[in-house]
């Protein structure tokens, strides 16, 4: 599926019922959308199991285990010697699933009793993406039993998602199925994306089965795949008459001698994402060591820390990046707090986060605390005469999140945990990771699919953090901004693949620019 044919949106395990409810309720029969999914099912089967193999199939008491009855009997039909078995006595189905599994002919066994050794493939219909407590009993020995035949090579099929995935946050309460693959319906989910979840999915084929496009428009969601579709319309190209200035300035301030080339990357990435102009403000005693490396890129001296105002007192000067190399210290927040008070859209990465959670100094300095920062951007976003939200974005790991936002509830998935934050803080998070999470103050997030193990690199961060600021200098939101910089950041590491290093992402990034999904 490409990214012009893909569904941006992911629904939650609620939204997901309340789009099969309005479907329902619009005139669409719920069997004939059981029906469907099923046919889905069997459809991805037949691509993966050898013509006429043993195939088992596994079904739970609810519509879930009722798709599987219907792929069950669509795959007999199509010459596969299908075995299924069934959690719970078929006499206590009911609905949909009750009326798909009159429709099998064949037998159906209790769940213990399906032999899944040499079988062609394994059809997990077991439990559905709303499952929200651990698995246990015979049937956790069933998915032991299920992983151990796909560790010896038979490939597994999960219907919606693995069983033991919730499908709303990607989280894992117990024993999970390992899926080959995983067929979904209408939208895929956020635990579809979500680690771990989507380790245990495979290669995931989205199903259109009925539900009508028309139902999002009621369900409104909020969430989000991060793709090109998502921001494409936002995203800057430079105009015939344009010039430099109408693209922006962006500044990255520099850390001390000894620690300059996490800003430098920032600023190379600030350049080649478009900005028109970048400087790079630096302390006095760094003026030698970045003189020596840069080139199209400006020096901009000043006194640390309270010269940083004078630099972004002149307001084309409309981005800042604080935190690279910067140190973890009260002067890195007496600087985030220039910018913030200033008018430019401000990127806080990595020591500016960490020096605003309360290690970079003492207890006593009024200045230094999470809730100062969170104040300080609110005061900024007030500040505005349009009233909308100011431009803040913040880039932690993990590590920089719980130090910044503190413990939250096991349950909460790392979207929630980002909403969450994002609409504490006042600015735009991205809670970097293998499955990014973007959020916005306004409760939108996007999950981010395309990032690669390569990008865990040193200096990998200071070059998202760039390419942020770069975007939100030509004038992209920061919700917006972030989006893309994140995806390109994925692409661009794609794109160069083994051996990568942080160096290479700016030098990479004009293939990316220049391909079919920002055409």
């Given amino acids: 599926m490409t990214d012009r044919q893909a569904k941006p949106e992911l629904l939650s395990n609620d939204e997901m019922a309340r789009a099969d409810a309005l479907a329902i309720a619009g005139g669409v029969a719920g069997l004939s959308l059981m029906e469907n999914a099923g046919r889905a099912v069997a459809d991805a089967a037949v691509r993966m199991a050898k013509p006429g193999s043993r195939i088992a199939v596994l079904c739970g008491p609810g519509n879930n285990g009722g798709d599987g009855f219907a792929a069950a009997r669509l795959l007999s039909q199509r010459g596969f010697d299908v075995h299924l078995g069934l959690l719970g006595d078929v006499a206590r189905l009911s609905g949909d699933a009750r009326a798909m599994a009159r429709r099998w002919r064949g037998a159906v066994l209790p769940l213990a009793g399906v032999q899944l050794a040499g079988a062609g493939l394994i059809v997990d219909a077991l439990f559905g993406a709303g499952l929200s407590r651990a698995i246990e009993g015979m049937p956790a020995q069933v998915i032991g039993a299920v992983n151990d035949a796909a560790a010896a090579a038979c490939p597994v099929l999960a219907v919606d998602v693995p069983s033991g995935v919730n499908g709303s946050s990607g989280l894992v309460d117990g024993p999970a199925v390992t899926a080959t693959g995983t067929v979904t319906f209408f939208r895929r989910k956020p635990g579809h994306l979500l680690l771990p979840g989507r380790a245990l999915c495979g290669v995931i084929e ?20 991060n793709a090109p ?4 319309g936002d995203f800057p190209a430079p105009r015939p008459a344009g010039h430099k200035y109408d693209r922006g300035h962006a500044v990255v301030v520099s850390g001390p001698a000894q620690a300059t080339g996490a800003a430098r990357l920032a600023a190379r990435a600030a350049l080649r994402v478009g900005a028109g102009l970048v ?44 935190g690279p190399g910067c140190g973890v210290n009260a002067a890195t927040c007496e600087m985030a707090a220039i910018a913030l008070a200033s008018d430019a859209a401000v990127v806080l990465d990595a020591d500016a986060l960490t020096s605003f959670a309360g290690a970079g100094a003492s207890a006593a300095d009024a200045g230094s605390s999470a809730g100062s920062l969170f104040a300080m951007i609110a005061r900024g976003s007030a500040s505005q005469c349009s009233g909308s939200q100011r431009n803040v974005v913040m880039t932690p790991h993990e590590g920089e999140f719980a130090r910044l936002f503190g413990e939250f509830p096991a349950r909460l998935s790392k979207r929630d945990r980002a ?46 953090a760039g390419f942020i600021a770069g975007l939100m200098a030509q004038g992209m939101a920061g919700f917006a901004a972030a989006s893309a910089a994140v995806w390109l950041h994925g692409e661009c590491a794609n794109l160069f693949g083994p051996g990568l290093i942080a160096e290479d992402l700016p030098e990479i990034l004009p293939q990316v620019l220049r391909g079919p999904d920002l055409a």
């Fill in 279 to 322: 400087s790079l403000a630096s302390p006095m005693d760094a003026l030698a060591v970045n003189a020596a490396h840069l080139t199209a890129i400006m020096l901009q001296p000043f006194d640390v820390p309270d010269g940083l105002a004078q630099v972004l007192a002149d307001r084309r000067c409309n981005a800042c990046v604080i």
């Fill in 229 to 232: 579709v998502l921001w494409r």
């Fill in 206 to 225: 989205l199903a259109q089965i009925g539900i009508p496009a028309g139902v999002l428009a009621e369900i409104r969601p909020r969430c989000f795949v």
């Fill in 419 to 464: 909403v969450e934050a994002a609409s504490r803080s006042g600015a735009v998070v991205v809670l970097k990771g293998a499955d990014t999470v973007i959020a916005a103050p306004d409760g939108r997030a996007a999950i981010n699919e395309n990032a690669p193990a390569t990008l865990a690199t040193a200096g990998s961060g200071d070059v998202l």
